[in-house]
């Protein structure tokens, strides 16, 4: 335990190593960080990334973060532990804010991804799941996140945006996708941590990468202001535009501009990586996909289907920790943390726990069925307030996907061995886009529909 000079607070151990040189490894290596300080400190242990970053503490205790996730969120900020995404996410983004602000504005938001509006979902995720797979090349090595993404993108368009007709899908397509694959690039992440958000958002190039899907955005939330039937469309967007806050304000165009482009960053590039892994991982795994045919042609639920997607996210969660910036000092187990610290509640580190998931590097799905996923030790959404918004969303295109292409394809490895991992800005993802080959089956053994 190591107090702070001249102060009541004590952080927990962690390397000594210059904080340039844990910043580089981090950026490139977080695993092996992440990894190795576990291994050598304990649940909880303090990495020093530099002066944008700051003093960060990894924890990997589920006791610990369930009073992270419980914490006041007037001393628990996300928004601010995630301001180096300001100059592409705008202002006044849900995933920036924080206190009353946070919660009234994540009051907006919720609502379209829940109940009716979620289950309006069902049939355009199957629909564009159905046309993009029979695109995708069959008998031959195929990167399965770009076409993943080209998927998500077209639902976030369709779903999110309510982009509708062909022509006009495939454009804001390529156009989302431009910004998206710009934003996204790993140096990016550099240049976002070392200029700083008030530097990185007088940048010319950020801007003009950001410009036709900002008019994108104008032009919907206009069509959608003149749209006598707005009160039909189940559409995120839609229900943006229709909703109000207590006090009877609507969200401006600017709050809409950020919520929407925050909808399209969280959204689009976390899904397509998780279904790139499912399908890295089901290539080695011929029992799980027998399983989960079994049971598509049985037709007695999807427990197994619901079970994969769960063991897919915890074996290879895209995002591997989420952040609380500290705003006062906080008593965590043995350790009094100052203000100004990051507290990180690893997920990544939770999930690999042989104590909570016996094997933990093993792929086994049925591990969910033997015993559902914990609220504080399944934890691919992260927790509390800030719980992602669209975990069900997410999860729903995940389990029609994969029971599209199970049923469409056999999926065999394009390699030896498993598929390492990759940090793009913030997600982990499969370092060749998980690579797989794909074999469409024979017609008879095709055709089963898509179930709830
Ligand atoms: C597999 C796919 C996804 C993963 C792994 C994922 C993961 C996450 C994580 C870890 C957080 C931070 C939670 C925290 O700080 O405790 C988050 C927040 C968020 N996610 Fe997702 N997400 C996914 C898909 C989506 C989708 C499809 C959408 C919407 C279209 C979405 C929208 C958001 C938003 C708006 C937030 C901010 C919530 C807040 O601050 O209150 N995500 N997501």
């Known amino acids: 335990m190591r107090p702070n000079a001249g102060s009541d607070t004590c952080l ?33 242990f303090t990495l020093r990334l ?167 955005i104008r032009n919907e939330v206009a069509r959608a202001r003149r749209d006598e039937r707005l009160e039909e469309r189940d559409d995120v967007l839609a229900v943006l535009v229709r909703s109000r806050r207590e006090d009877g304000s609507a969200l401006t165009d600017a709050e809409l501009r950020d919520e929407l482009i925050t909808l399209l960053v969280a959204g689009h590039e976390t899904t397509a990586t998780a279904l790139a892994w499912g399908l890295e991982r089901l290539a080695r795994h011929r029992r799980v996909v027998d399983g989960l045919r079994d049971e598509i042609e049985a037709g007695e639920g999807r427990a197994l289907r619901d079970a994969t997607v769960q063991e897919i996210l915890r074996l290879r969660p895209v995002i591997p920790l989420v952040v609380r910036l500290l705003k006062r000092p906080v008593e965590l187990g043995p350790w009094r943390l100052p203000a100004g610290v990051v507290v990180a509640p690893a997920i990544y580190l939770v999930h690999m726990r042989p104590d909570i998931y016996p094997d933990p590097h093993a792929f086994r799905p049925e591990r969910f069925l033997e015993r559902p996923p914990g609220t504080y030790t399944w934890l691919p959404f992260g927790g509390g307030v800030r719980r992602c918004i669209g975990a069900s969303l997410a999860q ?57």
């Not at 040189?21 to 490139?28: D, H, I, K, P």
């Not at 469409?408 to 982990?428: G, K, N, Q, Y």
């Open 50 to 216: 530099g002066p944008r970053i700051g003093t960060f503490v990894p924890v990997a205790d589920p006791k610990l973060i369930e009073q992270i996730f419980r914490g006041d969120p007037r001393t628990f900020h996300a928004g601010e532990g995630n301001r180096v995404l300001r100059p592409l996410l705008g202002p006044r983004s849900l995933l920036l804010l924080d206190e009353d602000e946070h919660l009234r504005e994540r009051r907006l938001l919720l609502p379209p991804f829940h109940g009716r509006a979620l289950a309006s979902f069902r049939e355009l995720i199957a629909d564009v799941s159905e046309r993009h797979l029979a695109r995708w090349p069959s008998g031959t090595v195929v990167k399965v996140r770009p076409l993943a993404q080209a998927l998500t993108l077209e639902v976030i368009a369709r779903a999110v945006f309510g982009v509708s007709g062909s022509d006009a899908v495939e454009r804001a397509c390529r156009l989302l996708g431009r910004a998206l694959a710009w934003a996204s690039e790993r140096r990016r992440l550099f240049a976002f941590a070392l200029l700083g958000p008030d530097r990185m958002e007088r940048s010319g190039m950020l801007r003009s990468a950001l410009a036709p899907v900002e008019e994108l």
């Open 396 to 452: 729903l295109e995940l389990a029609i996907a994969l029971e599209q292409i199970v049923t469409r394809f056999d999926i065999t490895p394009a390699r030896d061995s498993d598929e390492r991992r990759l940090r793009r800005a913030v997600t982990w993802a499969p370092a060749a886009d998980g690579e797989v080959v794909l074999h469409v089956r024979q017609p008879a053994s095709r055709g089963v529909p898509v179930a709830a």
């Open 12 to 44: 927990p151990p962690g390397p000594r190593l210059p904080a340039q040189l844990q910043f580089a490894e981090w950026v490139v290596r977080p695993w092996r960080v992440l990894d190795r300080n576990h291994r050598r400190y304990g649940d909880v």
